[in-house]
């Protein structure tokens, strides 16, 4: 179950401070191969902003708006420290990675319902 970004703190005595939560490392693509690895705690939302150009950067200059490789976990420290170090790989072993779950470089966010 996926609770809202709105309700995962809540104040007061007694109360809920904080849910699980999921996080992903990403890497999205151009369609001339540049590479962008980056971390959400909200896929969907983050791949619909590179998709559609919203955020400026990286992902909008270079058109990385092909979803080819995501992974989950629930650790925001696990996962941070994963993103760091997907980008310090060389290219070479980001695409291996890819490749080993999306071999035909999908764009996977019909996967995600986007």
């Not at 919203?54 to 420290?81: M, N, P, Q, R």
């Not at 695409?95 to 035909?104: A, R």
Request: charged share 30%.
């Amino acid at each position: 179950m996926s609770i809202p970004t709105d309700e995962c703190s809540r104040g007061g005595e007694g109360s809920i401070k904080k849910y699980m939560h999921q996080y992903f490392v990403y890497i999205m693509s151009s369609l001339s191969g540049v590479l962008y690895v980056g971390f959400t705690a909200d896929l969907r939302k983050r791949v619909f902003e590179h998709k559609n150009d919203i955020a400026e950067g990286f992902t909008k200059k270079y058109k990385c708006h092909a979803l080819v490789y995501y992974e989950a976990g629930d650790s925001f420290d696990g996962v941070l420290s994963r993103e760091k170090q997907i980008k310090k790989w060389r290219r070479e072993k980001k695409i291996w990675l890819i490749e080993k779950m999306n071999p035909n470089w999908q764009d996977l966010t019909e996967t995600l319902g986007i």
